[in-house]
């Protein structure tokens, strides 16, 4: 018999409303208005709650919303959407960029983060933000995967996106770089811990039991012996073949221009690019607005959209219809997976002995 307590049990997500003047807020909000799309979780908004009100007023979005001042008042039985409210610094115009609302936008990260790291959220989705309007705000800033592993003092994460059918995984090597940057930054150091990074969470995180992961070139042709490049010898291979001696599956390095097809692509569970534009960009095209990134690495989960603010369809009734929730209702659905999966193993591990 069902109590009215168990749905206590179901996972709270923290979703952040992203850039105010863009199209995160009616995303979330599209999210919000959907109770399917949202099933086996609790849904809690992170943002200033007048400014997400207003949004859904002027979308004619009929959702519920009700404003907590933390992650444990959230969490606590109520009706409607949950909104951990964080104050705006400037009223918004949607479509208008103002880098006076950049510390709220931080603010809405931080506390998603606070309510993960503490164990009230199982997971925290992030809605687009703009970097530039951050920096131009005095904030040094160049991505959620960073600024996420910087405030949880990872030393390194691996931002990989997903999506499509069959199932494509890309991850990168490099994130955020100029080009002319990409080889100074392909270390074996730091290639070397991609990769385990990469396959210990296709284990934990997506219960692959022995992952095959297809590693790219840099170069055109992989380099083509030497001729167009030498990474492929001195950094990529190496790693490669130490760690294929401690079992792991990898197959590269491979040209990019061949890797992308559906013959080479069956003989793997995931990708990794060398650098953000060499990956990317075909995801994108396959999964058609529907693809979603993971930072792995991280002590907590975290997924997202993986498209921009869309500036020019923010709270326009006219236009709602083109605003297209996918991309977040998959990463929300991914999150949810990943956190009932993290809460099956944490029941199924054995307890701890105390030391007497």
């Known amino acids: 018999m069902r109590t009215s307590a168990q749905p206590k049990a179901l996972p709270l997500i923290a979703l952040t409303t992203g850039e105010p003047a863009g199209i995160g807020p009616d995303l979330a909000l599209m999210l919000a208005a959907r109770p399917a799309a949202r099933r086996g979780a609790r849904l809690v908004l992170v943002g200033d709650a007048g400014m997400l009100s207003r949004r859904a007023a002027r979308l004619g979005l009929k959702v519920l919303l009700r404003s907590c001042a933390d992650a444990v ?55 687009p933000v703009h970097k530039g309007v951050i920096n131009d705000g005095g904030f040094a800033f160049t991505g959620h995967t960073e600024y996420l592993a910087d405030k949880t003092h990872t030393q390194r994460v691996v931002m990989m996106l997903a999506g499509g ?88 390095p491979l040209p990019a221009d061949t890797l992308f097809t559906p013959r080479v692509l069956a003989g793997g569970d995931a990708v990794l690019a060398m650098y953000h ?37 923010a709270a326009t009734p006219a236009k709602a219809k083109s605003a297209d929730p996918g991309s977040l209702i998959t990463a929300f659905k991914l999150a949810v997976t990943l956190a009932t999966r993290a809460a099956r193993a944490r029941r199924k591990a054995p307890a701890r002995t105390r030391k007497n």
């Open 73 to 127: 008042s959230c969490a606590a039985p109520g009706s409607g959407v949950a909104v951990l409210h964080v104050p705006l610094a400037q009223a918004v115009r949607p479509g208008h960029l103002d880098a006076r609302n950049a510390a709220y936008v931080l603010g809405t990260l931080d506390a998603a983060l606070a309510g993960c790291v503490s164990g009230a959220f199982a997971a925290m989705v992030t809605a």
């Open 277 to 313: 534009d060499q990956g990317l960009p075909v995801l994108k095209y396959a999964t058609f607005g529907a693809g979603i990134n993971i930072t792995l690495g991280l002590p907590i989960i975290r997924t997202s959209v993986d498209h921009g603010t869309a500036l020019d369809l």
């Open 165 to 252: 059918t069959p199932a494509l995984r890309v991850a990168l090597a490099t994130t955020h770089l100029a080009l002319k940057d990409v080889p100074r930054a392909l270390t074996r150091e730091d290639l070397r811990t991609t990769l385990t990074i990469l396959e210990a969470d296709l284990r934990s995180k997506f219960g692959i039991a022995r992952p095959r992961i297809l590693v790219a070139g840099l170069n055109p042709h992989a380099g083509e012996s030497g001729h167009m490049g030498r990474e492929e010898i001195e950094v990529i291979a190496p790693v490669l073949d130490e760690l294929r001696k401690r079992g792991m599956r990898l197959t590269g």
